[in-house]
């Protein structure tokens, strides 16, 4: 009995250490690299930080709101079941801005010959495994066939549902365009064979042509794509300068007293494209996702012209439900211009 007591326990020991070296090696394997450089004050020579007030949300976090969560409710809708956008026009001559929805965080913005799209996301999953993570719950509201040669391409950090990296590959492979990134994350793209890349830090400029150029300004989030590359590489929101007005994409992000900054550093803001999804429960979600009452917030205090909604309806992040966005961004909204549009519908802006 005895002999048969430690035999059970050598193999119960064999099978959790072989099972923790495989997470380990799949950890490691799916981690991105991380950014090298001087010490700035949102870098301390290892890993980004975000502003004062930030409250990171560790492992326990996680594992706790693993255990107690209660997800709302989703409904698949395929492809019978959607209307697609219009094809779009090839490009847009003049400096009228042309946005169309396309899903999540997903948009082309066509304006001064330039075809821009911000964290385009084809994939049926946001994760990095096909057969797990969270799954898609309605088409894109455009043809991936339907897209018009992409000039730039905005990535604001390299989460799944943000850079994913099957979409950049067939863009990349198509297209061959410029993709802009926050400090490190353009160094997964290379990694990947994607190398026609800029890489920018909170509050610098990069001039795409004559009269357009991008800035990445503040935002607070985090950044991992496996176990060991937390905050290696940064987020970022992005502001397109043009003639007819000023265009700010958010990314992704949580609250806190920088958008006035941004208001300040780029307006007028003609049209701003923020969050209003994954944001429930508030005590873990509430450091890196804004709700709808912060979203309403922010577009006050960058000073949009025009807003538009986006990270809802697509994939199940949180535990808000399909529509808990669209109910709660309908009680925070008064006589704001923030809308919300469906995916494949385009706002033009003269």
Do not use: C
Request: no cysteine.
């Amino acid at each position: 009995m005895k002999n048969a007591a430690i035999k059970i326990s050598m193999v119960v020991f064999i099978t959790l250490a072989t099972i923790i070296i495989l997470f380990g090696i799949i950890g490691y394997s799916i981690s991105a690299p991380g950014y090298s450089g001087s010490e700035t004050d949102h870098f301390d020579g290892k890993k980004f930080i975000n502003r004062e007030g930030y409250e990171d949300k560790g492992f326990a976090d996680l594992l706790k709101w693993m255990l107690i969560r209660k997800p709302g409710t989703w409904t698949e809708k395929t492809e019978s079941e959607i209307e697609y956008g219009e094809k779009p026009a090839d490009s847009i001559s003049d400096s009228t801005q042309v946005i169309t929805y396309i899903n999540h965080s997903t948009f082309l913005i066509q304006t001064d010959g330039l075809n821009m799209l911000t964290d385009p996301v084809y994939s049926k999953r946001v994760s990095p495994f096909s057969f797990m993570g969270p799954k898609r719950m309605r088409p894109p509201g455009i043809r991936f066939g339907d897209l018009p040669k992409t000039d730039v391409v905005l990535i604001s950090h390299n989460h799944y549902d943000h850079l994913d990296i099957e979409t950049l590959k067939k863009i990349h492979k198509r297209d061959d365009p410029l993709f802009i990134t926050p400090l490190g994350v353009d160094l997964y793209l290379h990694k990947k064979g994607i190398t026609k890349t800029a890489s920018l830090d909170w509050w610098q400029s990069y001039s795409v042509n004559n009269v357009v150029s991008i800035s990445a300004v503040e935002a607070q989030h985090f950044s991992s794509r496996g176990m060991f590359d937390r905050d290696k590489t940064l987020w970022a929101g992005f502001v397109i300068e043009s003639p007819n007005g000023n265009m700010y994409f958010a990314g992704d992000t949580g609250y806190n007293n920088f958008f006035k900054k941004i208001g300040n550093e780029y307006g007028p803001i003609k049209t701003a494209l923020i969050p209003i999804g994954a944001y429930i429960p508030r005590w873990f979600m509430s450091p890196v996702h804004v709700d709808p009452a912060q979203a309403l917030q922010i577009h006050r205090e960058v000073g949009a012209e025009l807003s538009i909604g986006m990270h809802y309806g697509t994939f199940p992040l949180a535990d808000d439900g399909e529509m808990d966005p669209i109910n709660d961004f309908e009680k925070a909204i008064t006589s704001e211009h923030f809308i919300l549009i469906k995916e494949g519908q385009s706002i033009k802006r003269d």
